[in-house]
């Protein structure tokens, strides 16, 4: 197949027309006949004991359908909204795991937790209602910090000292002994602040029921529709999954934050017999802040032992991480699994050990946010790593590169875990001084000075895993679900293929890349592929999309399935044009003999599949229509080196990003436009951590960043024109030798932005500055370092 559309070629998506004409169906432009709109009323208090809810005025409210609490659902034996996934505490004992109702029957957690439903004909109806609703609450003190949850009040009473478990990995023999004969131990306190998933489309659903047939639809943003169906199915309503479709159309982008299933999902669906027509609800902005799970929120102590010549010998690291209120789907995986099994790094240390202690407050959930787990182990990683450059007086890139894992050392064997199979640390660290011209950085920071500003030079090296993941080793580890990938693909008789997937699209640019697949192996034009994913009635069992795994692992899916409907469309080619199969060969989408001029292009072959008399039917079934599943052998390993150049002004401490430079190694590529598209989303979202986003709370519990007013997403004039590029080293453990591209962006950013900062702040005494680094910030610790600055 010519590359002008196959893989390698940076094809136009196929998707953007009809969402750039406004054609896109999201949920909430879906209307159902007779739909009803729900409204969640929610705890204004951090932590309160409810003694009485009064709906009766609001009952009488004009165009009130039916108002329920938590007290409704129990009555039906709703079940707890679930986790997926068990982690196994130090001692042995599970964690602990404290039920989680849809809507809450005597207790508020969190600010946003969810009282009642009201259902009426019009939003602003059921909104008016919802004003009129009692709660008498009685207050009671809350929990909010991470750092305090060990000695603050209980969030649950059945949960001591807010414990949600204890967990470690590595070896801390190994690292007592490393650190022992250590000739220099580096340490830091580091803190990645809590943000706030801020996708286009906020979250909603449309719950809907069949009186006639028994069966439930539900219409949701979700990234993966049959992980809800499952979820929310089997474990909070006792819906048989034969009875329940789950529908996930355009999504408008996620971020991690529809991966889990949310309980106005469970509501509006368990809620839609109860009225007897469909129920939808939409989240409004102000609302998402405060029941959308957030990120991050890890505080950890880490230190680096070395030898004299800055060699690593051990690396320990202590980590409190904060669930919030509740389990979130994934949330107890994020600082274990997908955190502390990364800190190794791109790094040859022999020995570390990670211990986790994750509590939970009286904040909202929080779970996984693009990246999860591996921004936070690169940030710990690459900060500790250029302060130890520093306290051994060497060249920050040099510490570097003595420590890379070599590149004739792979598979690499982490001491924590994980085995890398492939990657070229130096190529892309070597590529990125390059293209951000470092040599002539020095030029660049005497000019800025003149002018009064501090330049600074930041580098991040990294690895993540992703792809995720190999069934048998998460379902060890705690999952409770496999992680495969599926994927038919469909012939139909005039040679037009339609691909059913289990990955999910929510901006990732399946409907292009998944058809440069198809056109690049079938030799099919572009435009005869169509791609249907996100219908659980219409696609087989997956599970989504997430973790960089479209492409390497859903991608493999539909490999394999192609490879099926090719083997058997070579039978038929080989008797109809009286061969054998062996002497058939595929190429450009022609089936040819060899030694010979006999040939039959792939739609003649399609149409001979359904026409059952052209071929021997009594040894191959009519049709041409294959399935695959696809379970990973093991992650697949992205990395790559980012190098961030700021300025930042001494006066107001206003940071400008004037330099941001990505060169990564995400395996071979399908579709150049689209990696570079999701790498400068990725910058965007890590720059916006590093700088910019912080969700705050007060003593109280009351979420002081409730909007953003408060807030501060980055825009377009924060950033510069962004350097991107790859170096290629292949995935060896899928035929497409592809890796991921989603998350690396948002892992690779954020340290090399304070990386900079504190390197242009050290001009001025300033040794350390915290995430997000906003000019008050910066401010205010260029004047604390004045008086040490003065007296040297």
């Not at 709703?78 to 207790?107: F, K, Y």
């Not at 207050?139 to 649950?156: I, R």
């Not at 909603?204 to 069966?215: M, R």
């Not at 038929?572 to 062996?582: D, K, R």
Request: charged share 20%.
């Amino acid at each position: 197949m010519s590359n002008v559309t196959g893989i390698g070629a940076s094809v136009k998506r196929k998707e953007d027309k009809r969402f750039l004409m406004g054609r896109g169906n999201y949920t909430d432009d879906i209307g159902r006949p007779g739909m009803t709109h729900g409204y969640i009323l929610r705890s204004t208090h951090a932590h309160a004991k409810i003694n009485s809810i009064d709906t009766t005025e609001a009952e009488k409210a004009p165009g009130v359908v039916a108002i329920f609490t938590g007290k409704d659902m129990a009555a039906d034996g709703v079940g707890s909204v679930p986790c997926g996934w068990l982690i196994t505490q130090i001692d042995g004992s599970p964690m602990n795991e404290p039920a989680h109702p849809p809507l809450v029957v005597d207790r508020v957690r969190h600010v946003g937790d969810q009282v009642a439903l009201i259902v009426a004909e019009t939003l602003g109806q059921a909104k008016d209602a919802a004003e009129l609703i009692e709660v008498d609450y009685e207050e009671l003190p809350a929990t909010v910090s991470v750092a305090s949850a060990a000695t603050g009040p209980l969030v649950h009473d059945e949960v001591p000292g807010n414990l949600c478990y204890d967990w470690e990995i590595g070896d801390a023999a190994a690292v007592a002994e490393a650190f022992s004969k250590a000739h220099h131990i580096t340490k830091i306190d580091v803190t990645n602040n809590r943000l706030i998933p801020n996708a286009m489309e906020p979250r909603a659903c449309i719950g809907e029921f069949d009186k006639g047939t028994g069966e439930y639809t539900l219409y949701t943003t979700s990234q993966n529709p049959h992980v809800i169906r499952l979820l929310m199915g089997a474990f909070v309503l006792n819906i048989p999954e034969h009875k329940l479709r789950v529908v996930a159309p355009d999504v408008g982008g996620g971020f991690g934050s529809k991966i889990f299933h949310y309980a106005e999902e469970a509501i509006v669906t368990w809620a839609a017999p109860k009225v007897g027509r469909p129920i939808k609800w939409t989240a409004e902005r102000s609302e998402s802040f405060m029941s959308d799970a957030h990120g991050r929120d890890h505080v950890s102590h880490a230190e680096l032992a070395m030898d004299k010549d800055g060699t690593f010998l051990g690396f320990k690291v202590e980590t409190k991480a904060n669930m919030g209120a509740y389990l979130s789907t994934f949330a107890t995986s994020v600082p274990t699994y997908l955190y502390a099994t990364l800190l190794a790094g791109v790094y040859k240390t022999p020995a570390i050990h990670c211990n986790v202690k994750s509590y939970f407050t009286n904040t909202v959930p929080v779970d996984a946010y693009r990246g999860a787990g591996r921004p936070e182990a690169t940030y710990l990683i690459e900060r500790i790593v250029d302060k130890a450059a520093r306290e051994m007086g060497m060249d920050r890139v040099e510490i570097r590169r003595k420590n890379f894992i070599p590149t004739d050392a792979f598979p690499y064997q982490t001491p924590v875990a994980l085995q890398y199979d492939s990657g070229n640390y130096f190529a892309t660290l070597d590529r990125a001084e390059e293209m951000a011209d470092v040599k002539g950085f020095p030029a660049r920071k005497a000019e800025a000075a003149k002018r009064g500003k501090l330049r600074g030079l930041g580098y991040s090296t990294y690895v993540e895993a992703c792809g995720i993941a190999p069934s048998a080793v998460v379902g060890s580890l705690g999952a409770r679900a496999g992680l495969f990938e599926s994927a038919v693909v469909r012939v139909h008789p005039t040679g037009g293929v339609t691909i059913f997937t289990g990955s999910h699209s929510h901006g990732q640019g399946h409907e292009t890349t998944f058809a440069q697949l198809v056109s690049d192996t079938l030799g099919i034009p572009l435009e005869n592929v169509e791609i249907s994913h996100g219908d659980t009635n219409k696609v087989p069992f997956g599970m989504g999309t997430y973790g960089s795994r479209s492409l390497a692992v859903g991608g493999e899916a539909l490999m394999k399935a192609m490879n099926k409907v090719v083997e058997k469309a070579r039978k038929i080619a080989a008797h109809v044009l009286e061969t054998a199969v062996e002497d058939v060969d595929f190429k450009d989408g022609v089936f040819t003999v060899a030694g010979t001029d006999k040939a039959m292009p792939f739609a003649q072959v399609a149409l001979t599949a359904y026409v059952p008399h052209n071929f021997p039917h009594d040894q191959l079934e009519p049709g041409l229509e294959e399935q695959a599943f696809y379970d990973p052998m093991n992650f697949t390993y992205p990395g790559g080196c980012h190098i961030c150049e700021v300025e930042v002004d001494p006066d107001t401490g206003v940071t400008q990003v004037v330099g941001m430079t990505a060169v990564d190694d995400v395996g071979n590529v399908v579709n150049p436009m689209i990696v570079h598209g999701q790498i400068h989303g990725g910058l965007a979202q890590g720059i916006g951590q590093a700088l910019l986003e912080e969700c705050i709370y007060d003593e109280s519990g009351q979420i002081v960043t409730g909007s953003y007013m408060d807030y501060a997403m980055p825009r377009a004039d924060a950033f510069p024109s962004f350097k991107v590029d790859n170096c290629v080293t292949e995935c060896t453990h899928n035929s497409l030798g592809v890796k991921g591209c989603g998350e690396v962006g948002a892992i690779g950013s954020p340290p090399s932005v304070i990386n900079a900062v504190l390197d242009a702040l050290l001009d001025v005494g300033v040794t350390d500055i915290s995430m997000p680094a906003t000019p008050a910030k910066v401010w205010a610790a260029i004047q604390a370092a004045k008086p040490a600055q003065a007296a040297e």
